[in-house]
């Protein structure tokens, strides 16, 4: 007999009954084929997720941060979303901030309480939890103090966490191959919408031009060769040109890119980004050049 009073995450497979006579290939087909659920799932939710990047875009160019919390899977992924977010798009490392736990905590909701004291009015709060249902994410979603945006990123509908956030994004996956290992369709689910979330936001702020990383920090290597192409492919030039213009603009591919545009200096170029609030598609499209 099904038990209909677990969660949907927590359920059996419909195919379970089977798993143990099938071989290491077939197993792997019924997996491959509820993954292929995800992407439908994370679809169905593209109005929410849409509605939480311009309310969290909107936060952040006020001055505001964005905070994650989650535990157990949902807390790892977000912490991994958060960690990307400084080298991908060069934001300040306290931009984005994953707050987890692990153990006892995730059953208590003043553990999450006391993770949340660190929000502030103004401030965008997103809780990850597969079932909807964790305390520690509830509770730091109940904690945040008002004027902050409570947004909450589950895979099952109508659930406690959703109940307090104002933009709910709920992504169904239903039951897993191995009951209760959301970190499997769920986690996957999970991560698409964090990128979604996280890219969508700096997109919006002006951190991504013609689908290129052009607020890229240039820490290492390789990501300081990346903007050198970046830089020699956008702005049409030799990629000599572009490393001396990358490194006039200080390491700032958006500064090099309206130097190069407009002919301009890279305190000039500053200028023109600061006014059009770092949106480099704003000065770029249909600027002409400057004296040469």
């Known amino acids: 007999m099904v038990n209909t009073t677990l969660s949907e995450t927590e359920k059996a497979h419909s195919r379970a009954g089977e798993f143990d006579s099938l071989g290491t290939l077939a197993f792997l087909e019924v997996m491959n084929e509820a993954d292929a659920s995800v992407a439908p799932a994370v679809r169905s939710a593209l109005p929410a997720i ?15 941060r964005l905070h994650y919390f989650g535990a157990g899977t949902s807390g790892q992924l977000a912490v991994l979303d958060a960690m990307e977010c400084p080298t991908t798009f060069g934001v300040a490392p306290d931009l984005v901030l994953a707050h987890t736990c692990a153990g006892a905590d995730e059953d208590d909701p003043e553990a999450g ?11 965008a709060a997103v809780g990850v939890s597969a079932s909807g249902e964790t305390l520690f994410t509830v509770g730091a979603l109940r904690a945040v103090p008002d004027g902050v945006l409570r947004v909450s990123l589950t895979c099952v509908p109508g ?4 109940a307090v956030a104002e933009i709910a994004v709920e992504t169904p996956t239903g039951a897993e191959v191995v ?11 999970q991560k698409l919408v964090l990128n979604m979330l996280s890219t969508g936001t700096f997109a919006q702020l002006g951190y991504v031009y013609r689908g290129r990383m052009v607020g890229v920090a240039l820490e290492n290597a390789k990501l300081r060769a990346r903007a050198a192409g970046i830089v020699e492919e956008l ?7 572009a490393e001396r213009a990358l490194e006039a603009a200080g390491g700032d591919v958006r ?6 545009r407009t002919r301009s200096g890279a305190a ?3 200028e023109r980004l600061a006014a059009a609030g770092w949106r480099l598609h704003a000065v770029l499209n249909g600027a002409e050049p400057g004296p040469g």
């Not at 009951?179 to 689910?189: E, I, P, Q, V």
């Not at 702005?235 to 040109?241: K, L, R």
């Not at 500064?255 to 190069?260: F, G, N």
Request: proline share 2%.
């Open 179 to 189: 009951a209760g290992s959301t970190r499997l369709k769920a986690g996957t689910a």
């Open 268 to 270: 000039a170029a500053r």
């Open 113 to 123: 309480g006391r993770a949340a004291s660190g929000v502030a009015a103004g401030d």
């Open 159 to 162: 659930s406690s966490l959703a």
């Open 235 to 241: 702005g049409e030039v030799p990629h000599a040109e």
């Open 255 to 260: 500064v090099a890119l309206v130097m190069l």
């Open 50 to 64: 849409a509605a939480a990047i311009a309310a969290i875009a909107q936060r952040l160019a006020a001055g505001g």
